[in-house]
């Protein structure tokens, strides 16, 4: 009908007008290099850039090892891949129903729209976890094909083929909760009352990690707070306390200006409540791309910031090896000069 179109076009112009609203909301008064840090889409933004084919190929490698890994996903790769010859034949041919034919092909081209727009991540930066991102649509195709490919198969055979999606699904789930039975021992729990999680991190990153939050807490007043570089927003979540800056991430390519480093520093000279810093060993990443070494390969001004400004009171963790994200974390807690 002619409201139903109306409505179709009202909608269609309205999302697209209402998501860009969002972004202008959130963006707003921030400079160009602070934008292009927020939506890091232009050449040299991401430290990990590769080829669409390469992406390609290690999203087909762990798809492989993860369907060859149990017999059960085996089973239900073949049960997929049979329904997506099923549906596709059932669509092609026009074998549904009218209105079921144009819902279902309509559904399917969306989810797949969304797939490939949450996918673009991972295959710019072949990053195996930002795939993730477009995790709830595969799924959701995943329903719609084989509810489609058995749309037209006797119940009984229906039921049959439930019941074995039903014990694969099982099956892994009991695969899961034994794998994490192996993750669950004391040298993994991170016990702060703001965390109590279970973590694969090494045992030697969590104890780094209670050794510095246990001493912010200590010697923080509650209405004092610190700066943490170049990337440990985890200890402001660990001990309440909110950041000095704007800015949470200083890595080489995030690309700060130096405008907008003195702003930085400028912030932070003027924060009565600022006493205290944190510096990860991630701070002199020499050999992951794009991270860099503080003071040398970007943020000088802030370097001289704080070492014009702080001390070296705690050195804790691995010092000793290159960090990484998980494993061989240090930290350094710099106390400010008294004026």
Request: charged share 15%; aromatic share 16%; proline share 5%.
């Amino acid at each position: 009908s002619i409201f139903k179109k109306k409505h179709f076009w009202i909608l269609t112009i309205l999302n697209p007008l209402f998501t860009i609203l969002i972004y202008w909301l959130l963006l707003k008064g921030l400079t160009f290099a602070e934008t292009r840090q927020c939506l890091p889409y232009l050449g040299g933004d991401q430290p990990y850039e590769t080829s669409l084919w390469n992406s390609i190929k290690i999203f087909w490698s762990f798809t492989y090892q993860n369907i060859m890994s149990i017999w059960p996903n085996r089973i239900f790769a073949i049960i997929l891949i049979l329904s997506i010859i099923q549906t596709s034949y059932l669509l092609i041919k026009r074998k549904l129903e009218k209105k079921l034919w144009t819902r279902t092909f309509l559904v399917i081209i969306i989810f797949l729209l969304f797939l490939v727009v949450n996918f673009h991540e991972f295959l710019r930066s072949g990053v195996f976890y930002r795939s993730f991102w477009a995790k709830p649509f595969q799924v959701m195709l995943i329903f719609i094909f084989i509810t489609t490919a058995t749309s037209q198969m006797s119940k009984i055979i229906r039921g049959l083929l439930y019941v074995v999606i039903l014990y694969i699904a099982l099956s892994n789930f009991n695969a899961q909760m034994t794998l994490m039975k192996y993750i669950k021992t004391p040298a993994q729990y991170l016990a702060h009352p703001r965390a109590r999680i279970y973590v694969g991190n090494a045992p030697e990153w969590i104890d780094t990690v209670n050794k510095t939050t246990a001493y912010l807490s200590a010697n923080l007043k509650s209405d004092e707070t610190f700066f943490a570089l170049p990337y440990d927003c985890l200890y402001y979540f660990l001990t309440g306390k909110k950041s000095p800056t704007r800015q949470l991430i200083f890595f080489e390519h995030i690309k700060i200006p130096t405008e907008q480093e003195e702003k930085i520093v400028q912030g932070l000279t003027e924060n009565p409540h600022l006493t205290m810093a944190v510096v990860s060993s991630r701070a002199a990443a020499v050999q992951e791309p794009g991270l860099g070494v503080l003071g040398q390969t970007y943020c000088p001004l802030i370097y001289k910031y704080l070492q014009d400004n702080f001390r070296v009171v705690a050195t804790i963790g691995d010092w000793g090896h290159e960090p990484g994200w998980a494993w061989n974390h240090g930290t350094k807690i710099l106390i400010k000069n008294a004026p």
